[in-house]
């Protein structure tokens, strides 16, 4: 049986991207390399990234670091694509990939040296519980990174039901993060904001998930349309969303120390 087989997709845009072995976040491999030196990964011996996806970050990690990385997500075809991402980076003895809630880490407190999270909380109602658990397993000197979007200008509201409709939840407002992250508790916060840029959307994506992987993952998608209901909905939705959207998106960086 193959993965589009296994995946029963609820024409969710997340079981269609654990189908189809695609994950990201707005900004790309540009944020995630700005995240890591706020959240001073070079010192670190022990990383978590929660929320990992296909594990794009955690493999670059490994490989560019050497240290030991922990990748949770809540979806069990996301950690398989992880562990394949590791394997084929050849970093399968640094990448540890499990099923978790960031709602409830299954980590002891103050065990990782940093704690990121890129792109999931837009999809957790409970988003200060989430950033509580990020940094109850910080140590404490270690740093706790989210990357979240945001409407810099919000999308005139035809357009704004289409993304509804294709990603699912609402993208707080950039005050929303801000007064979360100053709820922390972290010290030395700092946040940075970035408009995304949508004549740089598809060359990100290709940056962030790599030629070889994204080609694979389109045969998938077009096989996943032409034989699963739900998930040619997902794929049509998805697409039905036009590239312009970007102008009205930014992204914030928010780092701080525990
Ligand atoms: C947009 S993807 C981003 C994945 C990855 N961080 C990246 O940048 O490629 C969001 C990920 O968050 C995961 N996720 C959503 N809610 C979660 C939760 N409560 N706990 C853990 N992971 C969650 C999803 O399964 C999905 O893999």
């Known amino acids: 049986m193959t993965t589009a087989d296994a995946v029963p997709v609820g024409g969710e845009f997340l079981d269609m991207q654990a189908a189809v072995g695609i994950s990201k976040h707005t900004g790309g491999m540009e944020a995630t390399e700005e995240l890591l030196k706020l959240c001073h990964v070079e010192t670190a011996q022990e990383v978590l990234n929660v929320g990992c996806g296909i594990g794009v970050a955690s493999a670059h990690i490994a490989r560019k670091y050497g240290c030991h990385v922990v990748g949770v997500d809540m979806s069990d075809k996301m950690i398989a694509w992880s562990q394949r991402r590791a394997r084929e980076a050849g970093v399968e003895t640094l990448v540890e990939c499990r099923v978790a809630n960031v ?40 740093y706790v990174g989210l990357s979240e979007a945001f409407w810099t200008q919000l999308p005139p509201p035809e357009l704004l039901a289409q993304v509804k409709t294709a990603i699912g939840p609402a993208t707080p407002p950039f005050t929303a993060w801000q007064a979360l992250w100053e709820a922390s508790g972290l010290q030395e916060r700092v946040i940075r904001t970035y408009q995304t840029d949508p004549r740089t959307e598809m060359s990100d994506r290709i940056h962030w998930i790599g030629w070889r992987w994204l080609v694979r993952a389109w045969g998938r998608a077009l096989r996943l349309y032409v034989t699963n209901p739900a998930g040619r909905k997902a794929i049509k939705e998805t697409f039905e969303v036009p590239p312009g959207i970007m102008q009205y998106l930014g992204y914030g960086l928010f780092a701080g120390r525990k």
């Open 103 to 142: 709602l409830d880490l299954p980590f002891a407190a103050d065990r990782f040296d940093v704690v990121f999270c890129e792109s999931v909380l837009i999809f957790v109602e409970d988003k200060a519980r989430a950033i509580g658990e990020c940094v109850r397993v910080a140590k404490p000197g270690g």
